[in-house]
């Protein structure tokens, strides 16, 4: 598995967010971007995740910051979690982990000591010309949110630089 390292341009995505819409990398050229990726809606771990990034979405668009969580679950999935949790950020369905295979986010993890494969939580800060500014992998979900905002207020005031 290849993994994208800081400075590694950002593969490009065409996916499909919970609203049904299409969301992919270049519709963020104006800003930075937190993408992340979970393994599934509304486990303990991914429901931490995506609460601490809401609680703090107001924090990331102040310094002109969109975070997008990316998983293989469904529409109506993503649609029922955010309800359920009352999210604000934007959720994308990547159901067959294609863009997260390219991101170096899926292969084999281990947990509590077995051996699988599939979703490798893992979140990426990225301008907007498309480069990785900083690649997180094996994230714990406790925390992670707020260490992504530290290290983007660093940023926040280049943009698209």
């Given at each position: 598995?290849?993994?994208?390292?800081?400075?590694?341009?950002?593969?490009?995505?065409?996916?499909?967010?919970?609203?049904?819409?299409?969301?992919?990398?270049?519709?963020?050229?104006?800003?930075?971007?937190?993408?992340?990726?979970?393994?599934?809606?509304?486990?303990?771990?991914?429901?931490?995740?995506a609460c601490q990034f809401s609680d703090l979405y107001g924090d990331f668009a102040h310094l002109n910051i969109d975070v997008l969580g990316i998983s293989p679950d469904s529409l109506s999935?993503?649609?029922?979690?955010?309800?359920?949790?009352?999210?604000?950020?934007?959720?994308?369905?990547?159901?067959?982990?294609?863009?997260?295979?390219?991101?170096?986010?899926?292969?084999?993890?281990?947990?509590?000591?077995?051996?699988?494969?599939?979703?490798?939580?893992?979140?990426?800060?990225?301008?907007?010309?498309?480069?990785?500014?900083?690649?997180?992998?094996?994230?714990?979900?406790?925390?992670?949110?707020?260490?992504?905002?530290?290290?983007?207020?660093?940023?926040?005031?280049?943009?698209?630089?």
């Amino acid at each position: 598995m290849t993994r994208l390292a800081d400075g590694d341009k950002a593969p490009f995505f065409d996916l499909i967010d919970d609203e049904g819409k299409s969301v992919c990398l270049t519709d963020y050229t104006a800003k930075l971007l937190v993408l992340y990726f979970y393994p599934a809606d509304d486990t303990p771990g991914c429901t931490l995740e995506a609460c601490q990034f809401s609680d703090l979405y107001g924090d990331f668009a102040h310094l002109n910051i969109d975070v997008l969580g990316i998983s293989p679950d469904s529409l109506s999935s993503h649609e029922k979690f955010k309800q359920k949790h009352n999210l604000k950020i934007k959720l994308a369905t990547d159901p067959d982990s294609t863009v997260a295979k390219e991101y170096g986010a899926y292969g084999e993890k281990n947990l509590y000591g077995k051996k699988s494969i599939g979703i490798i939580r893992s979140t990426f800060l990225i301008d907007g010309a498309q480069n990785v500014l900083k690649a997180f992998y094996n994230v714990r979900a406790k925390g992670h949110a707020e260490k992504v905002l530290s290290l983007a207020l660093g940023f926040a005031g280049k943009g698209s630089d």
